[in-house]
């Protein structure tokens, strides 16, 4: 959306959500193109706590982007800004005497601290909630360009997120090293990976690393289908098998397993790894091990592919402010960059379609999905 607004001068680039490789290359492009158009950029410390928590910070809660602070950074794994999952100021985590949290809509502070600052502009870098927030703060009258950041691959409008490639391939590295234990010991060996309530980390990196089986949130599973499989494999001279768990994947009749809800952030999921894993070895007879990948999909040196598409990010975030757009998100439409409302790349989660290529692919080579 264009909007007649004064000259920019000031922006401010902030990092919300999990961390995901290649988020400071969004932040490399986003501060040379700034300064190219003669701007002065900055970095608000984890998420907005660097304006509503200031005190916090010794070198204070924004920091001024120049060249040499962004030197070398695009191979970088984090953010050298920061980022926190506990930090939406439309419902922040404020402790109580008694140690308890309330959650406290701080944004109206948030916006005034904004424009303490100076600042004439916003690029949000993060997930479905950054960008849910960003659009909440595009109402309030902050003039706010979102990039889309998961690895989850799971937000609406774009057709990849950065960080996604590289969360596939180091899955796909760990399934590969992982075959050859389960082969030379004969058992089952299940794999847990994040990716939330979507499928496309399981998917993807299920099929490029040779599962067997693959369990994701879209297909409530069958146990009793996947061991199945497993026992045909067994009658077939395949002594072991390769599942891979979404960590947001649900039995049939059941409900998603959660580890942990804390006030000011999402429900933490994971621990649906465990229970397959228990109830295969107990039906199937044979050894199982389980292997959770959490947090190491997050870390590390993004991907050449996760680098190109966050530069191209950050760039074209730079590019839709000085052509006057505000309230949107940037987003890969091969081969260009396009601008989409915010309110419609948060309408809804990007799950992975049932008809898609991809899953026809997996079903063509034999993968049982417990269904």
């Not at 001024?64 to 930090?87: A, E, F, K, M, P």
Request: with cysteine; proline share 4%; hydrophobic share 40%.
């Amino acid at each position: 959306m264009e909007i007649a607004r004064t000259p920019i001068r000031k922006v401010a680039i902030s990092t919300g959500g999990g961390d995901a490789p290649g988020l400071n290359a969004v932040i490399r492009a986003a501060v040379l193109a700034g300064l190219e158009r003669g701007w002065e950029m900055y970095g608000i410390r984890d998420g907005y706590n660097g304006l509503l928590m200031p005190e916090k910070y010794l070198e204070g809660g924004v920091v001024n982007l120049t060249r040499d602070r962004v030197r070398g950074i695009t191979h970088l794994g984090g953010t050298i800004i920061g980022t926190t999952n506990r930090g939406n100021p439309f419902s922040y985590p404020v402790k109580n005497l008694d140690g308890t949290y309330t959650e406290v809509d701080r944004s109206d502070e948030l916006v005034r601290a904004f424009n303490m600052h100076e600042f004439d502009a916003l690029i949000s870098v993060g997930g479905d909630g950054s960008m849910s927030i960003a659009n909440s703060l595009s109402q309030k009258g902050l003039r706010v360009v979102g990039v889309p950041k998961t690895i989850d691959n799971d937000l609406d409008e774009t057709v990849v997120t950065f960080g996604f490639d590289t969360a596939v391939s180091f899955a796909v590295e760990c399934l590969d090293r992982l075959h050859s234990t389960a082969a030379s010991h004969r058992r089952i060996l299940v794999v847990e990976v994040m990716g939330r309530y979507a499928g496309w980390i399981a998917l993807e990196s299920g099929i490029a690393g040779s599962a067997d089986v693959v369990l994701i949130p879209e297909i409530p599973y069958d146990i009793n289908l996947v061991v199945k499989k497993i026992i045909d494999r067994e009658k077939a001279g395949r002594n072991f098998s390769m599942v891979v768990v979404a960590e947001g994947a649900i039995p049939k009749g059941g409900t998603v397993t959660v580890q942990s809800k804390e006030i000011g952030r999402a429900e933490r999921l994971g621990g649906v790894g465990e229970k397959v894993t228990e109830a295969l070895q107990e039906l199937t007879g044979k050894e199982a091990r389980l292997v959770v990948l959490g947090h190491l999909l997050r870390g590390g040196s993004p991907t050449a592919n996760d680098r190109l598409i966050a530069l191209r990010f950050g760039a074209a975030a730079v590019r839709a402010l000085d052509e006057g757009q505000e309230g949107v998100m940037v987003a890969l439409d091969p081969p260009t960059v396009k601008y989409v409302p915010l309110s419609d790349a948060t309408r809804r989660m990007k799950s992975v379609p049932l008809d898609c290529d991809t899953m026809l692919t997996a079903r063509d080579l034999g993968m049982c999905f417990g269904d």
